[in-house]
């Protein structure tokens, strides 16, 4: 077995669980496709993230052979994993990256906790339903924070244009005494330093990355499709070049990568 695992999401944001991914499976071969063209996601309606969910994992599967999809984007998980899942009817798994961080949430004791993410995941109401039904006694404050993600892929990080715009959402009564707090968006751990400084050190920040990473090595261990051949390179796919994706990818791997563009 040496097909690899396909990873997507509007932009930089999916590295962090791709990162997540190569350090516990450093085996696994992956497939990145970030969808810069249009990218933000988080702005647009669920039809439209549908329509490139459902072409992004097409290519995937059919272009590149994939054993497994990851969608490492909140807001495509929000609004088209069960269009997916249903397309796929079980050919191969396909894992979001919301219920990690619900099963994970399932095992805490948290009184309150707080959630970001963009419109399209507030808007969906996928975190909501699934906290009241899964963990009745944790109460829930969501906000979305529309600008983030695309000051993150813009490398504004540790500046002074992602302290404003943070102090704007973040100071915030709402978040009083929050448990934890949610990066509901796979660009957010880019400045989960900088989120953490607006609350005390017990709130726990949590993301998708090692959840996720975790899920996926259980599903492929149970389904006998973990790697067995030597490793090949990791493909990086944009729908447009972009410089801060170069920066990104050289950023999470250490080496420079060789960037591909496929436009559909
Ligand atoms: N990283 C994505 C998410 O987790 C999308 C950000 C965007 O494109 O708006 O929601």
Redesign the pocket.
Known sequence: MNQPIGIF???I??LTVANSISRLMPEENLVYFGDTYY?????KSPDVIQSRALKITDFLIKSHNCKAIIIA????SATAYEILRDNLKGKIPIIN?IDPIIEYLSDKQFKKIGLI??Q??IDSGVYQEKIKRRIPNTSLEAKATPLL?SIIEENFINHAVSMSVLDTYLIDKRFDAIDAMIL????YPLIAQEIQTYFSKQTEIIHSGEVTAEKLKSILTKENLLQTKPKLEDRFIVSMLTNSFEASTKFFYGKKISLEEKRF
């Not at 984007?73 to 495509?76: D, E």
């Open positions: 999401d509007s932009g944001g999916g990218m933000p996601y988080g702005t984007c909140n807001s495509a990256v993410a963009t399209a995941t993600a509901g968006c796979t660009h």
